[in-house]
């Protein structure tokens, strides 16, 4: 059994979730007040965020980001907020370098690791 983590142990060896149409104008994003699902927010007790407020969508984001399918980050999460937020998403290197590399071949941007 593994002890350590590693690129092919533990958290940073599963894929992030980035859908191909996560900018797409067209798909509906959360708003008001939300509550994350279980896959996403799976401890205890259950929160309710509010999206209008920018902490709040910031840890929103954090958790979809690390943990979301597919599914949760095409509705959660909007691209040009993170663009906005970025310095202040407290995520793991690994969530961190996926999400720069798509800014970087989707949108030409160069963000921080």
């Known amino acids: 059994m593994a002890r350590t983590r590693s690129d092919r142990v ?23 007040r939300v509550q994350l699902p279980h896959n996403v ?18 840890r929103v984001y954090e958790q979809v980001m690390r943990e979301g399918t597919d599914e949760d980050v095409r509705h959660f999460v909007d691209v040009d907020q993170i663009v906005e937020m970025w310095d202040e998403l407290v995520l793991p290197p690994y969530v961190r370098r996926a999400w720069a590399q798509w800014f970087r071949e989707r949108r030409q941007l160069e963000l921080a690791c």
């Open 41 to 58: 927010r799976w401890s205890d007790p259950l929160v309710t965020y509010d999206m209008s407020r920018r902490e709040d969508r910031a």
């Open 10 to 32: 533990g958290p940073a060896s599963r894929p992030v979730a980035i859908p191909t149409d996560v900018d797409d104008p067209a798909v509906r994003k959360a708003s008001g």
